[in-house]
């Protein structure tokens, strides 16, 4: 089918469809390692990662090009049902030698984000720029995680001159990778650790990119593309049957004021947030910190509060928060993640 029928059948099956139904979202995973003999907390095994794409294609989830997903929900067409896009960060040698092979071989896109610094030093473990553009010129997206992978908000002072600086970390990962691959990458930042405050999101505005974080939750129409939520698939969430239920959820309809920034020096953060349409979902709202449920206080029919019931440690933290839908077998999802920082 060509491009122009497909999303022209599309928008009609979006129209005849009730909303809750329409295909207006979708959900990214993050992975770093595809190996056994790295660390475990960021790794998946070639077997494990093989059952993954088994998993997605059996469910018949569609994995999407990330531009494309984003283009979509942007502007409002639609997406397959149960898209998914599919990332990685840092740009470790076994992407090309354990993943890119099985990707391959389902014939999925993807992206890899790449902190430059380690690649022109010809560190062990790390992809080289041959492999980079080999991946590149065979339809693999490769995008920016800055230079040198620093922690970019975990400072002293947000001032102009740490601003200028995290400004040249960006621009200077981008300019080595257009030298490298003879195009302009998108303009995407992957935040390294997936951490972030107001005035790195400002910055990353201004400078006209997209940021990605690694908080939990699938992307709309209403998302803070400052931070676009990518579910994490390695280590302790490699698990196969709750990435399905991670890859059947859908993004809470939250809006983004509700649940801005990520640096507090509370130990104890309120989350509160808007949820804009309940129509679909569930009475019972579960929130946990860290895992821990926690209870939910409503301020009106649609405006909740969830605080951690103990002091959270230095470090970064999450709150996520899920209901069940009314329509179908699937949970909206919405996650709050913090960095507490010492005063
Ligand atoms: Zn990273």
């Given amino acids: 089918m060509s491009r122009l029928l497909r999303s022209g059948f599309l928008l009609l099956l979006a129209a005849i469809l009730p909303p809750a139904f329409a295909a207006n979202s979708f959900n990214i995973l993050v992975y770093h390692h595809v190996s056994e003999e790295t660390p475990a907390s960021t790794s998946i095994s070639p077997t494990l990662f093989r059952e993954h794409l088994q998993l997605i294609k059996d469910n018949g989830f569609q994995v999407v090009d990330l531009n494309e997903a984003i283009s979509a929900v942007r502007n409002g067409t639609a997406l397959a049902e149960g898209a998914v896009v599919i990332t990685f960060d840092d740009g470790f040698n076994d992407i090309y030698t354990e993943g890119w092979p099985l990707l391959q071989e389902f014939n999925y896109p993807f992206t890899v984000f790449i902190s430059t610094d380690a690649i022109d030093d010809g560190l062990g473990g790390m992809l080289s720029w041959d492999q980079i553009r080999e991946m590149h010129s065979n339809g693999v997206t490769i995008a920016n995680h ?47 650790y997936g951490e972030y405050n107001l005035q790195l999101q400002q910055l990353v505005e201004k400078m006209g990119y997209i940021g990605f974080a690694q908080h939990s939750g699938g992307v709309w129409q209403g ?22 239920v991670k890859l059947m959820s859908r993004p809470m309809p939250v809006t983004t004021e509700s649940v801005q920034g990520m640096v507090t020096h509370q130990r104890q953060p309120v989350l509160t947030a808007t949820i804009s349409d309940r129509s679909d979902m569930s009475q019972v709202l579960n929130c946990f910190v860290d895992g821990t449920q926690e209870q939910v206080t409503w301020i009106s029919d649609t405006e909740f509060q969830v605080q951690s019931g103990s002091e959270l440690s230095t470090g970064r933290h999450r709150y996520n928060c899920t209901s069940r839908s009314l329509s179908g077998n699937f949970y909206y999802w919405l996650s709050k993640p913090w960095l507490v920082l010492d005063k």
């Fill in 146 to 192: 800055t230079s040198d992978h620093d922690y970019l908000v975990r400072k002293r002072h947000y001032d102009q001159y740490w601003l200028n600086s995290v400004e040249r970390n960006i621009n200077n990962a981008q300019a080595r990778l257009q030298q490298e691959l003879g195009s302009e990458p998108p303009k995407w930042l992957a935040y390294p």
């Fill in 223 to 244: 998302s803070d593309f400052l931070a676009v939520p990518r579910f994490a698939a390695a280590g302790i969430y490699s698990n196969p049957e709750t990435l399905k």
